[in-house]
């Protein structure tokens, strides 16, 4: 990317450097290697690191001196470089003070900058310095510039910003990027003197000079290069401090502090919350949180300077949905949580990646749970994180919570459903099986034991083995270190004398291949029950070993239900016998099982329907007689099933059979709710409203689409302006009414708002767009300077949505490839893109398009995720020609 420079470093050495290019095509002509962590010959202890980023150019200068030992003799230094130009590289030996020379050589497949000196280093301490420069790159990640636009204007202003994890503060200045090499990091930035920085740590001095500004930050604690942060451009910010003192800042692009005032009262709340949960104090004297135009995940844990995507930081007052704010509640807990999880203690490789978000996952629902108890937080984790997770890990592809991760390229695709709702769900069932205190008992042990240090997953086992007394490194191990999850089957239920039920109860694993039905895997399974005459009670709990066991469940009275799993905690599935599945279903009906039995008995249904074990119609007859529920969280997984028979039968020329199916299930519940809000009403309600509304859009209901375009006409015209937790909705609603006339006004509203949220809105909005000339228009807009390129993956993930738009947008895809994979290389956003526009096909025929496209494709990256596509492609066919009919005859039927 750069070409060859050289100069003179403090005027001493003159160094050749190895030209990038030659490098790649050295790499290319020889074999590929097996993947190598770096030597342990050398380690870092203090990087002294100076960075000058030019806003203009959108380039920077950097020098760094590494305070390095000399662990065993070498001639040579290996750590991680990528797209930067070295222009001198020299060692000076202490205390001798003898300077060596490096002759420097970057490897571009393995990201290395390996130097080479003229004789052995000795045992001991070292200095090496090396002066480069790079480019504030577009690509969101490394060191990058994001573009936003003034609120005062329509003029385009750059910040400089900086996203390391996972592999990628290579890019910024070289080093030792493994989570487990950590160091102490002294940060020097030069900016204009107009511009704000920002690092991990408080201003230890700032100089101006002829328009330069020098900030010195106080040096940081050991730390993972990962979790290295800076930011510079312009911000405004408000502040406050904890109950204990510590200096809270939420950083806001200018004119918008104001929407940082929620963000604020979460963050001076949430962490003497962890520092009292935890038993440790937050060990910083600062906690910035910033918000960031152009930013590919929802946010990052960098220590002392988390950055957030705009829409998951800011929340404006009057223009926010309630959704969006518990949203932004639930990431600024899980990103304090990493202060502890993550941070102070870090996995020693990306294989472990599940211990920083798994626990954070997790202790997210904690935190919030106690900020907002009217949100029922926990209730919303399972459809959230619970249900999520267990579709994911039904699939062939799936991987184990730990897994092995070799090359960079491996590890973002690792970042998915599994290391975060997995691992959150296990630790949840792993909560309930030893309980809170011990609970924290062993979390306080493990963060204790191993702070400022580097972690595997049996070293937690470990400390919540001590602080429970329960076989956990026995137990949990089947959990982590296997993929996929069992099925608990119950094969009989038989009435015993003294009130004693007596379950035989088999396990085995669960999977939508229809391959795997043999596979002989096994889990140890904390597994509980509940029974109807106190519903909301374990009333038995054991651990299952085995493939099949007899359980015997004392104080059951002949004429009562038994239910597995209560509050679907335990990550398994549960296929009760015919007998026992419609004893249940009238205390699903009269809502007496409580909200999480109601939707997790649901939910198992469906599961089971999908892998091929269960007949469609009796999770479409279910739903039925759950006519009148109004639980939100169930709604959630109901809505859930209904969009997944949406997307099987938009494959059909039956689907609007299906439509009308739906309009009778959800009008009801519309019915009930109205489309406004009622004074005082739950903050459920008003996400419920929400939920059944978009419902009452995706079937096409006549009265409501008629009402948005009211609505809309009105909210465009400034005569009355749609409440924000309509907005979404009513956009959908009015798009799908009209099209292009729709369309067009949405699109004046979106170049007008500097709201990134309504931005958001109107992009979700392109779900609902059923004219094909409309897709190709929004299509294009979604690839115009007025998208970021992050909220271009949503306008097109949102566009897959619809039949026409899965169609156009794939094509999108396949023909835009090379720019797109460029563009989001080795990210999260490239699996967003490839999942969205291929998984809801369902026929061989688009499996196959889909496999023959990527065949010859760079799938850096990618490669499980194709595989996953894949794999539910062909299921859904599979579960289209086996249910298809039967569905159809349904459907027919109860419209007669």
Known sequence: MFSRTSLYFQGFIFLQLWCFSVAVQNSTMSEKKKFERLPTTVKPTVYDLFLKPDLKTFRFEGKETVFVQIVQPTDKIILNCVDLNISQAQLKLTPSGEILPAECSICA??????????????????????????????????????????????????????????????????????????????????????????????????????GVKVVKFQR????????????????????????????????????????????????????????????????????????????????????????????????DESNTSAATKQHVAIVVGHELAHQWFGNLVTMEWWTDLWLNEGYASFVEY????????????????????????????????????????????????????????????VIRMLHRYIGDNDFRKGMNLYLTRHQYGNTHTLD???????????????????????????????????????????????????SIDLDSKDDQTSWLVPITFSKQSNPKEDCFSTVLEGRQCKISIPNVSPNEWIKVNPGTVGFYRTNYTADMLKVLIPSIADKTLPPLDRLGILDDLFAL?????????????????????????????????????????????????????GLKLVKPISKKLGVDAKPGESHLVTLLRSLILNRLVKFGDEEFLHLAKERFAEHYSSRKTIPADLRTVIYKGVIAAEGKPAFDSLIDMYKKTDLQEEKE??????????????????????????????????????????????????????????????????????????????????????????????????????????SQCLETIRNSARWLKKDGDSIKAYLEKIQS
């Open 609 to 661: 329907v999908i892998a091929g074990q269960s007949d469609a119609v009796q999770v479409l007859e279910l739903m039925l007689a759950m006519i009148e529920e109004e639980n939100y969280t169930v709604w959630t997984n109901m809505a859930t099933c209904l969009e997944r028979f949406y997307s099987l039968l938009s494959n059909t020329d039956f689907n609007r059979l299906y439509d009308l199916y």
């Open 366 to 425: 904690l935190c919030v749970a106690y900020l907002f108890p009217e949100y029922d937080i926990w209730t919303q984790f399972v459809t959230d994180m619970h249900c999520r997770a267990l579709e994911l890990d039904a699939l062939k592809n799936s991987h184990p919570i730990e897994i092995p991760v070799g090359h960079p390229s491996e590890v973002d695709e690792i970042f998915d459903e599994i290391s975060y709702d997995k691992g959150g769900s």
């Open 761 to 866: 809105r109107i992009l979700r909005s392109f779900s609902s767009i059923t004219d094909p000339s409309v897709v190709d228009e929004a299509l294009k807009f979604a690839q115009s300077d007025d998208v970021t390129s992050a909220s271009t993956v949503t306008a097109l993930t949102s566009i897959s949505a619809s039949k026409v738009g899965r169609d156009k947008s794939w094509q999108f895809v396949k023909e835009n490839w090379p720019s797109l994979s460029s563009k989001y290389a080795g990210g999260f956003l490239i699996t967003r893109i490839v999942k969205h526009t291929t998984e809801n096909f369902a026929s061989e025929e688009r499996a196959k398009e889909v496999e023959e496209f990527f065949a010859d494709k760079d799938r850096s990256g990618i490669e499980r995720t194709i």
């Open 460 to 510: 937690l086992w470990t400390a919540l083995e001590e602080a429970s007394s329960k076989p956990i490194k026995k137990v949990m191990p089947t959990w982590t270190q296997q993929k996929g999850y069992p099925v608990i089957t119950i094969e009989s239920s038989v009435q015993e004398a003294n009130n004693v039920r007596t379950l035989i109860v088999r396990q085995s694993k669960f």
């Open 109 to 210: 497949e393995e990201e290395t900058l390996k130097l080479t000196f003229p004789k052995d280093l000795p045992v001991g301490d070292a200095e090496l310095s090396i002066a480069f420069v790079g480019e504030l790159n577009t690509l969101m990640k490394g060191f990058y510039r994001s573009k936003y636009t003034a609120v005062a204007g329509k003029e385009d202003k750059y910040c400089a910003v900086t996203q390391f994890e996972a592999t990628d503060a290579r890019r910024c200045f070289p080093c030792w990027d493994e989570p487990a090499i950590k160091a102490r990091f002294d940060i020097t930035l030069a900016v204009d003197a107009d511009k704000l920085a920002l690092s991990n740590m408080p201003v230890e001095s700032e100089k101006v000079n002829d």
């Open 220 to 315: 940081t604690p050991i730390m993972s290069t990962y979790l290295v942060a800076m930011v510079v451009g312009d911000f405004d910010y408000v502040e406050d401090k904890t109950s204990d003192g510590i200096l809270v800042r939420v950083y806001t692009p200018p004119g918008k502090k104001e929407q940082g005032r929620f963000a604020l009262h979460c963050a001076t709340k949430v962490l003497p919350y962890y520092k009292e949960y935890f038993n440790i104090a937050y060990p910083l004297p600062k906690m910035d949180l910033i918000a960031i135009a152009e930013f590919s995940a929802g946010a990052m844990e960098n220590w002392g300077l988390v950055t957030y995507r705009e829409t998951y930081l800011l929340v």
